[in-house]
């Protein structure tokens, strides 16, 4: 019969005077690592001590016993204990609670002292996030907790909010199921529902990264950067109930807003008030536009501020502006730094200064009345007001002064030419009226030396090119900058082309700014009246006219593609478009037209979303490969759009409508017998001889 093992019978435990406690040398611990004594004895101070000291027997040379004892395992307590001793918040006599081991221990104090610093297991983050919350559920406010536990509020704060996460997805990651990174990411949502919703398809998807999971729990708000927000300030939203999610482990830059709706109304509100104020001011129509086209004003005509200088009085405070400004910068000149609030002074001063000394800008009130404003705002929320813009069925109708020709005093008509038939015109046989007096020239007299003057004019120019380039400039320049208020000699018609559909926000694009850039400097240096335009071109040099030749001229290009009817209508057809872009091909490759360089990448918004998810599987195989689409062939269509704009941000892949065509070398044009076929997206055609629903898509967005 096998003995059985003897029971274990455990160290006694007793209390001991502090003043006979003493470090021992057998401790391990020689690096400073964790909380320091000081904290350690604020601590104990406040909840006293929580743990055992561990001790032996101090033994003289001979082996007897000192009366003292050593302290192997609890050195930091023991060192706690030491400074509040010392800070006179613990009597030197004070009983402390140790476990006391035999001197002469099978067990060496060294393995004791590793043991009770190895075999020590840190709380579980989780059960740190749920104690914190026990806490504050408790009635204990945030800074308190972070004071005790020597962190900050926003550290508590955090673990406030990974504690509010679902409690299942808590059980995954207590399992290891997720990381650390991941479970933070499904903080910024309140919604456990949502949140184990995401947990399930971050299951089936190749992507479970912690950015992934938090743009799929915003996808239904809206940025804190969005320009309507910053319209409106975030203070108003959030003032009219709504709520807004911030992260608090990744930067959000504001967070998101979960009521788009509530956003919306407040930005239409604060749109019509300035509708509303600047109504009142006499303008005809304001017209407010959340995302104002590029080309709004097309086929517009601009009426002109008129300035009013500024006032003696306004002068005058100028001058006392001036001088407490050029008083606080001598005052600070040589300071290493200045005080926010004579910053914020100056600044003042100098933005009052440009305001009085600019004088004032109004508006003829008798233009104003035939006259509109545009309303919206940037991508910075500053709201935007472009006044002052005269539509065509607004400006006043001129009547035709009298003709002086053919014309006698009481306005009969001038029996010297007669109509023959509908169109043609004859000379009437002279009458005995005709000697009495000088007459007006007659109409077919004055056509027809006109006609010789015209081709004798027509010679000339052709004999002059700078001149000729400097007629089709100024024609050009009548059409852009002065709404062709004045006619031209010449017979050349600049169409500026405008843009049915539009993506939005394509009044922002790189492009757009410099075309609108360059327009606003070229209009700063050309006169305001149009009678002043010809001498002002022909003092231009020959670099500066052709730069404002290929400004104006750049409005004309038309690059569109549009559907031609079924049904000739004389308006367009297949073939004048398919020539249309032919020929857009070869000016890109003129310009070197580089649509990614300009920083064009496909997105949900501007491509993705708007076709089917064959074409975005077949963008991506093409962009990145086809092992990379078949990673995304299994979502659903919003998620699969927004995972390829993900994918193929470096990709530098453009779909075919946005492709220019290279020329095919010299061999292969001699070797070709038939004509290039067209683009895909000309070319694929359906039953009855349009496009299919696929390519329309493209082509149509």
């Given at each position: 019969m096998a003995k059985s093992q003897p029971k274990l019978v455990l160290a006694p435990a007793r209390g001991i005077?502090?003043?006979?406690?003493?470090?021992?040398?057998?401790?391990?611990?020689?690096?400073?690592?964790?909380?320091?004594?000081?904290?350690?004895?604020?601590?104990?101070?406040?909840?006293?001590?929580?743990?055992?000291?561990?001790?032996?027997p101090e033994c003289d040379g001979a082996g007897g016993e000192t009366g003292r004892f050593e302290v192997p395992a609890g050195g930091r307590r023991f060192c706690a204990l030491e400074l509040l001793v010392k800070r006179k918040r613990l009597a030197p006599t004070a009983i402390v609670?140790?476990?006391?081991?035999?001197?002469?221990?099978?067990?060496?104090?060294?393995?004791?002292?590793?043991?009770?610093?190895?075999?020590?297991?840190?709380?579980?983050?989780?059960?740190?996030?749920?104690?914190?919350?026990?806490?504050?559920?408790?009635?204990?406010?945030?800074?308190?907790?972070?004071?005790?536990?020597?962190?900050?509020p926003a550290v508590v704060r955090q673990r406030l909010k990974l504690a509010s996460v679902s409690p299942a997805l808590h059980e995954v990651y207590a399992a290891d199921g997720m990381n650390l990174e991941q479970l933070m990411a499904f903080s910024v949502s309140d919604d456990h529902a949502r949140q184990e919703q995401v947990w399930e398809?971050?299951?089936?998807?190749?992507?479970?990264?912690?950015?992934?999971?938090?743009?799929?729990?915003?996808?239904?708000?809206?940025?804190?950067?969005?320009?309507?927000?910053?319209?409106?300030?975030?203070?108003?939203?959030?003032?009219?109930?709504?709520?807004?999610?911030?992260?608090?482990?990744?930067?959000?830059?504001?967070?998101?807003?979960?009521?788009?709706?509530?956003?919306d109304r407040l930005v239409l509100e604060k749109l019509d008030g300035e509708v509303q104020r600047i109504q009142a001011e006499g303008w005809k129509w304001v017209e407010a536009a959340v995302d104002l086209p590029w080309g709004f004003a097309n086929g517009m005509r601009a009426i002109?501020?008129?300035?009013?200088?500024?006032?003696?009085?306004?002068?005058?405070?100028?001058?006392?502006?001036?001088?407490?400004?050029?008083?606080?910068?001598?005052?600070?000149s040589g300071a290493d730094t200045v005080p926010d609030a004579v910053d914020a002074r100056v600044t003042e001063l100098d933005e009052k200064i440009a305001e009085l000394a600019g004088g004032t800008w109004t508006y003829d009130?008798?233009?104003?009345?035939?006259?509109?404003?545009?309303?919206?705002?940037?991508?910075?929320?500053?709201?935007?007001?472009?006044?002052?813009?005269?539509?065509?069925?607004?400006?006043?109708?001129?009547?035709?002064?009298?003709?002086?020709?053919?014309?006698?005093?009481?306005?009969?008509?001038?029996?010297?030419?007669?109509?023959?038939?509908?169109?043609?015109?004859?000379?009437?046989?002279?009458?005995?009226e005709e000697d009495e007096g000088i007459k007006p020239l007659p109409d077919r007299l004055i056509s027809e030396l006109t006609a010789e003057r015209t081709i004798a004019l027509q010679d000339a120019v052709a004999r002059d090119p700078k001149v000729a380039f400097a007629a089709v400039l100024h024609n050009f320049v009548l059409a852009i900058f002065y709404h062709?208020?004045?006619?031209?000699?010449?017979?050349?018609?600049?169409?500026?082309?405008?843009?049915?559909?539009?993506p939005t926000g394509m009044k922002h694009s790189a492009a757009a700014v410099a075309i609108d850039e360059r327009h606003a400097s070229w209009k700063e240096r050309l006169p305001q009246s149009d009678r002043d335009l010809w001498h002002a071109l022909l003092a231009l040099d020959g670099d500066d006219q052709a730069d404002l030749f290929a400004h104006c001229a750049a409005y004309s290009v038309n690059a569109l593609y549009e559907v031609a009817p079924k049904y000739d209508n004389g308006r367009i057809s297949a073939h004048t478009v398919e020539r249309r872009l032919a020929h857009s091909h070869v000016l890109a490759r003129s310009v070197e037209l580089d649509m990614v360089g300009i920083g064009w990448r496909p997105t949900a918004d501007?491509?993705?979303?708007?076709?089917?998810?064959?074409?975005?599987?077949?963008?991506?195989?093409?962009?990145?490969?086809?092992?990379?689409?078949?990673?995304?062939?299994?979502?659903?269509?919003?998620?699969?759009?927004?995972?390829?704009?993900?994918?193929?941000?470096?990709?530098?892949?453009?779909?075919?409508?946005?492709?220019?065509?290279?020329?095919?070398?010299?061999?292969d044009l001699l070797a070709a017998n038939d004509p290039a076929p067209l683009p895909a997206f000309l070319s694929a055609e359906t039953g009855d001889g349009g496009l299919d629903d696929g390519e329309m898509a493209i082509a149509a967005e």
């Open positions: 005077p502090f003043n006979q406690l003493i470090l021992s040398q057998s401790n391990v611990r020689r690096v400073k690592n964790g909380v320091t004594i000081e904290q350690l004895a604020d601590d104990i101070e406040r909840r006293g001590l929580l743990q055992s000291l561990n001790v032996r609670p140790c476990v006391v081991k035999a001197a002469d221990d099978a067990v060496s104090a060294e393995e004791d002292s590793l043991a009770e610093n190895a075999f020590r297991e840190d709380l579980h983050p989780l059960d740190e996030f749920r104690g914190m919350q026990i806490l504050v559920d408790q009635g204990t406010d945030i800074e308190t907790v972070a004071a005790r536990f020597h962190v900050t398809l971050v299951q089936q998807h190749h992507n479970q990264s912690p950015h992934f999971i938090r743009a799929r729990l915003t996808e239904a708000t809206v940025a804190a950067t969005d320009p309507r927000v910053r319209f409106i300030g975030i203070d108003a939203y959030v003032t009219a109930g709504g709520c807004v999610l911030r992260d608090l482990f990744e930067e959000d830059r504001g967070g998101w807003l979960q009521d788009p709706a509530l956003l002109e501020a008129l300035h009013t200088p500024p006032s003696e009085a306004d002068l005058a405070e100028v001058a006392t502006l001036q001088a407490e400004a050029e008083a606080l910068e001598a005052e600070w009130p008798a233009e104003m009345a035939i006259a509109g404003v545009f309303v919206t705002f940037d991508r910075a929320g500053n709201l935007e007001i472009e006044p002052g813009w005269v539509r065509a069925e607004d400006e006043p109708v001129v009547e035709p002064e009298p003709s002086d020709h053919g014309d006698d005093a009481d306005g009969e008509e001038n029996d010297s030419v007669i109509e023959d038939g509908a169109s043609n015109q004859t000379e009437a046989p002279p009458t005995d062709g208020r004045s006619e031209s000699c010449l017979t050349i018609t600049l169409n500026k082309v405008g843009f049915g559909f539009q501007n491509f993705f979303g708007k076709v089917t998810k064959a074409r975005i599987l077949e963008a991506v195989a093409e962009g990145k490969g086809g092992e990379t689409a078949s990673l995304i062939d299994h979502l659903k269509k919003p998620d699969m759009a927004r995972e390829a704009e993900r994918l193929m941000a470096d990709a530098a892949w453009l779909p075919e409508p946005l492709r220019t065509p290279q020329l095919l070398a010299q061999a």
